[in-house]
């Protein structure tokens, strides 16, 4: 069946088998690895992104269900070579130290911070709820969030 | 004895600098073993045995083989004799263990037990193509309980060994039985350490490709052991070592997981060659948590010999630990390296470990951070509370009691071990105050006048890192590492440590430009691909700075020295006469003759003016061998809250103070110190492997295998004390694995502490609101 997507900005179109995964249709179809499956089952949220601006987990959600619709991932956050807010405050912060599940948990930040803007520590963990970390202890991770928003970042 | 370094004030190490391998992470352009396509690639599924313990009867392939797309579909029959079996490199003497093929031959011996392999030419239709397998068991009884495995006429899980016993092992120090003798008393406690799965987010995954013209094998694979892959892996698939690459891209966690050799990296790399394809095989997440190593999984019995004033003699355990099927690559050191740290920080003058490993049809148990010290730490520390509490005196002073003096290191353990540096008090008492202990006392106090259970807990201990010196370990404990100063002036720096998420692109950044007097960005540090890193052992036991950084260490100052000849020709002046100070060779009789790395590099490599006798180019390699283990140390202080209706514990103070000895970067020291005590948190509260009777893994995704969420982490107080090795230049001991080691014990001293006045002894973990919701009840005298 036809798809058509507009990713990162980009419009797509392709053929995919109707059983296609969003997450398969960018990782392999498209060649966008950054988004990662940690899961397969919806709980880790490695494979967040964003579809017509909600975190999703694309290992749960088919290509066909994104059809018509617009994908954010990891590689389109930074626009124009400036990082996001988010991916700075990550940065800064330490956010990370593997890395694996760093995609998936600013996608679900990003959505966060747009929901909520000034969040406290328990909202942050809230927001986050759906996206597992095995390296960092998250408290850097919370850290990153909390850097992000106060440089105001959506 | 090395001196704490001072960095100068524009130096960089000992300042908490973020990552250089940030970026690419933070942009999704990383490259994970999965993200590797290759032309012509094809995608293996591996079909798993869902007994615990079965004859395979027959196994039907044709259905599979014929489905569009499949190229191939191959069983332990056709595998087996053309590759080698799983080697263990620990195997201890009089061994019973069964020989591990990469496939299973006609039995099944543990639920997810490799049976059979389909490759195609998508990952969908490999799946699909598994489903179309019929493989037909027989199942027999399993062995589950690693007690009733030694019970007379109990099942065996490999029936061809007559035993489930693997071996028998004990390491005594000092004179035990007299100094039982002395005891005013024997306080006794048996511990179950819970089996646990280590969850690295991204399960593990290999890319193997044949070059048949070159004869090379390249294999990516997500491993924090390239180097100890490449020793193995070669004469496994008889594929000569020097005609073996091994490539660890971008590693998504592996907490000791990945230090091993697997079943399926051998698989896939024989399938590349007999397929004259690239193969890639990714697992699954239910595959990761049934057929990647598990962790701990002893019950000890143990008993410490006390003074009635809390003077520790001497401790004895008798130790069962679980192998599960078969050995992986370190499986049966894991419980030694537990009786090696059984004394914990202590001046305890005799020990006794008596340790009896049992084979079980489950998953093989091996090396999960912290690696058989958690164990040793969790146990001698939850002692110490028991042996306060069975005489009457407070925790802190037993501890204060048997800690060795600074004064008495290098300390000399019963159990053979020479303890580097310490000050244990110093941690002890830093830790006290971030914790406000008073208050903490009092707050302890007024909160159970009313009516409420509170609990302090408290941590003193110990761990062994930076594994370590080659007498020591299986193959080789010393690390490698290179530097080359570019024609350009620019530095690369590769190291054979293998950094995986650690930081090391980062902290060995660092190392590097102080000591050659460079900006760090003009330093890449390279790591994890055997074709760049010709030598190395790799990242595990918290052993990558110490060791692998050293190495770059000698090899600059073997640069250095070697650079002084080809200044003095250049400044025009003798080679005695010059000195170096970071990034600047000159004379010292007339120190404005000076002359930089970016001068020397060209004309090192241009080669028209060198002295006599100097060979071109600046590069220079080295291996270190340490002397000894490093001992990072520290104390965790914890105060929790248990509400007694539904057993749930909230953690209202988390602090620890860790000495890892000098730190090269104190933001990644603390982000392991976090890392590690989540992981704590995961085995203290929620996390544990069942497998029922029947050897099924109740526990095989992360809807039944609880870890860590945001949530669930208390906002923590940090801090260190520096107390330097003087077994490495650095100064640096190691910090990968002290935060769970030091961490369990305080969040399961705090909640023991918080129950005490209910008179509950000893609960084993995890303390998950049921277990305590239960010991509750049944302390207040049954059902409610």
């Given at each position: 069946m036809k798809v058509r997507i507009r990713v990162n900005g980009t419009p797509r179109e392709h053929d995919v088998e109707p059983r296609t995964l969003l997450v398969q249709y960018l990782r392999e179809t498209l060649g966008l690895t950054g988004t990662h499956v940690g899961c397969e089952t919806t709980i880790c949220g490695a494979c967040t992104v964003l579809l017509d601006g909600k975190a999703v987990k694309a290992c749960t959600v088919l290509a066909a269900q994104?059809?018509?619709?617009?994908?954010?991932?990891?590689?389109?956050?930074?626009?124009?070579?400036?990082?996001?807010?988010?991916?700075?405050?990550?940065?800064?912060c330490h956010g990370l130290q593997c890395g694996f599940c760093t995609p998936g948990m600013i996608m679900a930040a990003v959505q966060l911070l747009k929901r909520n803007p000034e969040p406290d520590r328990e909202a942050i963990c809230h927001g986050l709820e759906g996206n597992l970390c095995r390296c960092t202890g998250y408290s850097h991770i919370i850290d990153a969030v909390a850097h992000a928003a106060k440089k105001g970042g959506k | 004895m090395p001196k704490t370094k001072e960095s100068a004030p524009k130096g960089y190490v000992?300042?908490?600098?973020?990552?250089?391998?940030?970026?690419?992470?933070?942009?999704?352009?990383a490259t994970y073993v999965d993200d590797l396509a290759l032309p012509g690639m094809l995608h293996a599924a591996v079909l798993r045995s869902p007994h615990a313990h079965a004859k395979l009867k027959s196994i039907k392939i044709d259905d599979a083989r014929k489905l569009p797309g499949v190229v191939a579909v191959l069983t332990g029959a056709d595998v087996n004799d053309k590759v080698g079996s799983i080697p263990c490199a620990?195997?201890?003497?009089?061994?019973?263990?069964?020989?591990?093929?990469?496939?299973?031959?006609?039995?099944?011996?543990?639920?997810?037990?490799?049976?059979?392999?389909?490759?195609?030419?998508?990952?969908?239709?490999?799946?699909?193509?598994?489903?179309?397998?019929?493989?037909?068991?027989d199942a027999f009884p399993a062995v589950t309980d690693m007690e009733k495995a030694l019970e007379k006429n109990a099942p065996l899980a490999h029936p061809e060994l007559g035993t489930n016993k693997a071996y028998s092992w004990s390491l005594s120090g000092g004179n035990v039985e007299a100094e039982f003798k002395k005891a005013d008393k024997v306080v006794k406690v048996r511990m179950r350490h819970q089996r646990l799965i280590p969850m690295a987010m991204e399960p593990r995954g290999c890319v193997a490709s044949w070059h048949a013209g070159e004869g090379t094998l390249t294999l990516w694979t997500s491993t924090q052991v390239p180097h100890l892959v490449r020793?193995?892996?070669?004469?496994?698939?008889?594929?000569?070592?020097?005609?073996?690459?091994?490539?660890?891209?971008?590693?998504?966690?592996?907490?000791?997981?990945?230090?091993?050799?697997?079943?399926?990296?051998?698989?896939?790399?024989?399938?590349?060659?007999?397929?004259?394809?690239?193969?890639?095989?990714?697992?699954?997440?239910?595959?990761?948590?049934?057929?990647?190593?598990?962790?701990?999984?002893?019950?000890?019995?143990?008993?410490?010999?006390?003074?009635?004033?809390?003077?520790?003699?001497?401790?004895?355990?008798?130790?069962?630990?679980?192998?599960?099927?078969?050995?992986?690559?370190?499986?049966?050191?894991?419980?030694?390296?537990?009786?090696?740290?059984?004394?914990?920080?202590?001046?305890?003058?005799?020990m006794k470990m008596d340790v009896t490993a049992v084979h079980t049809n489950k998953m093989a148990t091996d090396a999960y951070r912290g690696a058989g010290?958690?164990?040793?730490?969790?146990?001698?520390?939850?002692?110490?509370?028991?042996?306060?509490?069975?005489?009457?005196?407070?925790?802190?002073?037993?501890?204060?009691?048997?800690?060795?003096?600074?004064?008495?290191?290098?300390?000399?353990?019963?159990?053979?071990?020479?303890?580097?540096?310490?000050?244990?008090?110093?941690a002890l008492k830093k830790c006290q105050e971030l914790a406000d202990w008073k208050g903490l006392?009092?707050?302890?106090?007024?909160?159970?006048?009313?009516?409420?259970?509170?609990?302090?807990?408290?941590?003193?201990?110990?761990?062994?890192?930076?594994?370590?010196?080659?007498?020591?370990?299986?193959?080789?404990?010393?690390?490698?590492?290179?530097?080359?100063?570019?024609?350009?002036?620019?530095?690369?720096?590769?190291?054979?440590?293998?950094?995986?998420?650690?930081?090391?692109?980062t902290s060995f950044a660092q190392i590097a430009a102080d000591k050659l007097g460079v900006p760090m960005e003009d330093v890449v540090v390279m790591r994890g691909d055997t074709a760049v890193a010709h030598f190395g052992r790799d990242t595990y036991g918290s052993r990558a700075t110490a060791i692998g950084g050293t190495a770059i260490v000698m090899s600059i100052d073997k640069i250095i020295e070697k650079t002084k000849t080809l200044a003095a020709a250049l400044l025009k002046t003798s080679p005695k006469n010059v000195e170096y100070k970071p990034g600047l060779f000159y004379d010292r009789k007339k120190p404005k003759n000076s002359i930089g790395w970016g001068k020397l590099a060209g004309e090192a490599y241009i080669a028209k003016n060198l002295p006599p006798g100097f060979e071109p180019g600046l590069e220079a390699s080295s291996f270190f061998e340490p002397p000894n283990c490093t001992f990072p140390f520290g104390t965790h202080i914890v105060a929790v809250e248990v509400d007694p209706d539904t057993g749930r514990t909230r953690i209202l103070k988390y602090v620890g103070v860790d000495d890892c000895g000098n730190q090269v970067n104190p933001l990644l020291v603390e982000g392991q110190v976090q890392g590690g005590i989540a992981h704590s948190l995961g085995q203290v509260f929620m996390e544990n492997a069942v497998y029922d009777e029947n050897g099924q893994l109740l526990t095989g995704e992360f809807m039944d295998y609880a870890i860590p969420r945001a949530g669930d982490i208390p906002d923590y107080v940090l801090g260190s004390t520096v107390t330097p090795?003087?077994?490495?230049?650095?100064?640096?001991?190691?910090?990968?694995?002290?935060?769970?080691?030091?961490?369990?014990?305080?969040?399961?001293?705090?909640?023991?502490?918080?129950?005490?006045?209910?008179?509950?002894?000893?609960?084993?973990?995890?303390?998950?609101?049921?277990?305590v919701w239960r010991a509750i009840r049944d302390a207040k005298g049954g059902r409610r």
């Open positions: 994104a059809d018509g619709g617009e994908v954010t991932t990891i590689e389109g956050l930074a626009q124009d070579g400036k990082l996001h807010p988010v991916q700075e405050g990550f940065w800064e | 000992g300042r908490p600098l973020k990552r250089v391998e940030d970026p690419r992470l933070i942009k999704g352009i620990a195997p201890m003497p009089d061994q019973k263990s069964p020989q591990h093929s990469v496939l299973a031959g006609n039995r099944v011996y543990f639920v997810g037990h490799p049976v059979a392999v389909v490759v195609a030419k998508e990952r969908a239709i490999a799946r699909d193509a598994l489903d179309l397998i019929e493989a037909d068991y020793t193995l892996l070669p004469g496994l698939v008889r594929v000569p070592e020097n005609r073996t690459r091994i490539v660890a891209p971008e590693v998504g966690g592996g907490f000791g997981s990945k230090l091993n050799l697997y079943a399926e990296e051998v698989l896939v790399s024989h399938l590349a060659i007999r397929l004259g394809a690239p193969v890639k095989w990714i697992e699954t997440r239910r595959e990761n948590a049934a057929a990647t190593i598990h962790g701990r999984d002893q019950i000890g019995d143990y008993e410490v010999a006390v003074k009635k004033d809390g003077t520790i003699l001497a401790i004895k355990s008798h130790t069962l630990a679980d192998m599960g099927a078969y050995l992986q690559l370190l499986t049966p050191a894991i419980p030694t390296l537990t009786g090696l740290m059984i004394c914990g920080c202590y001046r305890i003058k005799a010290r958690p164990e040793a730490t969790y146990a001698i520390e939850r002692l110490v509370d028991l042996v306060a509490a069975d005489l009457g005196l407070d925790p802190l002073d037993v501890r204060l009691k048997n800690l060795p003096k600074p004064s008495e290191f290098p300390f000399k353990t019963a159990t053979g071990l020479t303890y580097d540096s310490g000050n244990y008090q110093g006392l009092k707050q302890r106090e007024a909160a159970r006048k009313a009516g409420k259970l509170f609990g302090i807990g408290l941590s003193t201990y110990v761990e062994i890192c930076a594994l370590g010196p080659s007498k020591i370990m299986a193959a080789g404990g010393w690390e490698w590492g290179c530097v080359r100063i570019e024609i350009s002036g620019k530095v690369t720096v590769i190291t054979g440590a293998t950094p995986h998420g650690q930081g090391q692109e090795s003087p077994s490495n230049p650095l100064g640096v001991k190691g910090i990968g694995e002290a935060g769970t080691i030091g961490s369990t014990p305080a969040l399961a001293n705090a909640v023991h502490d918080a129950l005490s006045p209910l008179g509950i002894r000893h609960l084993d973990l995890p303390l998950t609101p049921e277990r």
